[in-house]
């Protein structure tokens, strides 16, 4: 389950990373590093903090494969892609709901307490964003009043609690996943920042 969630989040941070390379016009190389390191720099971050290194981004090969299909999805659909004006967020949106859990989870097989494994799930989920909106000259997201860090948090929170409860396993990382992309992406759809909430 847990490579599962690992897959899926690099797949879809990638894709929105080379789709947000794309936008700033940058040619199918930069558009794969600007998706390998949406999807594997949070993931990266962690375990250096965690003390699990090297990175498994430098010991399987298995990122650099799913960045090179998220890039080619990327390049070949874009006029697909385009007509989804939100694309990029959509699927940044969902990449988030992906590593808050794979965060958490990790946190938590290191015996962390729950603060840290929270902490871990919104280092895992912002990093790789914070990291491709700078080499797109841009302030990270998860700088400004956006609500982004505030969705992870709470997705942690709520896969936290679901375990309290004791809700199986992949229902619970479901429902996180879930409520984090639907959080972030109703704030994208209202206009909802840091200075309404």
């Known amino acids: 389950m847990i490579l599962l969630w690992d897959l899926l989040g690099t797949f879809v941070f990638c894709l ?51 960045a090179a299909l998220a890039t080619l999805l990327a390049y070949c659909l874009e006029p697909f892609f385009l007509k989804m004006t939100r694309a990029v967020s959509f699927f940044d949106a969902l990449g988030l709901g992906f590593f808050v859990c794979l965060g958490v989870r990790t946190g938590q097989v290191h015996e962390l307490p729950w603060w840290s494994c929270t902490a871990m799930g919104v280092i895992t989920a912002t990093f790789g964003g914070v990291i491709r909106d700078i080499i797109r000259n841009e302030v990270p997201l998860v700088f400004r009043r956006e609500i982004y860090a505030t969705a992870c948090i709470i997705g942690g929170l709520i896969l936290i609690g679901l375990d309290l409860m004791g809700v199986q396993n992949s229902l619970a990382m479901a429902i996180a996943t879930f409520s984090v992309a639907l959080i972030r992406i109703l704030a994208i759809r209202y206009a909802i920042n840091q200075s309404h909430a």
């Open 16 to 66: 929105s990373g080379a789709l947000a390379g794309k936008q700033t016009e940058m040619d199918i190389y930069g558009m794969f590093v600007a998706g390998l390191v949406t999807g594997t720099g949070g993931g990266a971050l962690r375990s250096v903090l965690i003390g699990d290194v090297p990175p498994a981004i430098f010991t399987i090969p298995h990122y650099f494969i799913v």
